[in-house]
């Protein structure tokens, strides 16, 4: 298994700023995911993220609005760049361990309102 | 690509009554299939998963699925429900392990909220 913390748990933003949330893995794992989950919705996977690499964007997901990094085995942060009340949704970073393959596992998420 | 459809975006049981969350996916590679299920204002937590192995799987929480590929379903089902059960449900998909080794990540469906009603 793996222990996944996220921070922060939640922020309300003023539009036009940034945040930048951070996860923290107690084991290293290849593969590091964020998702969004917008309210009252399903999941949705924004970027995967692999140390030493660039990070990949699905459909719809930028680089310049949502900036990855990826500087070890263990860590990431996603920055959600000149927000606006849209942004608003619930952040979560989730990862697959070496040793559970085929099992993803994710941080409690970080609820963020643009007001 | 991959996708999945839960249908019925509520379901309401009784207490000690069977739970049934129906979820079909459609995938061009053999799909890993799982469920997670979310409590309010917590992350998400797995259930159960499908690997290719066993079509029925068992999960925690008394909670099982079966994988019935010529009906591309993956339904969740539990014989007796409890107050607690209720959650909201997420079926996913993912083809990852078949596309270079690594994770690509999960697609969900759009969840099922279910009601225990005492």
New interface residues.
Partial sequence: SAVISQKPSRDICQRGTSLTIQCQVDSQV??M?WYRQQPG?????IA?A?QGSEATY?SGFVIDKFPISRPNLTFSTLTVSNMSPEDSSIY?C?V?PFSS?????????TRLTVV | AQSVTQLGSHVSVSEGALVLLRCNYSSSVPPYLFWYVQYPNQGLQLLLKYTSAATLVKGINGFEAEFKKSETSFHLTKPSAHMSDAAEYFCAVSAGFYSGGGADGLTFGKGTHLIIQP
Avoid: K, V, W, Y
Wanted: charged content about 15%.
């Fill in positions: 290849t593969m995911f919705q399903s999941l949705t996977l995967t692999n699905e979560l989730s697959e393959r085929a099992e993803a596992f994710f941080g409690q998420g």
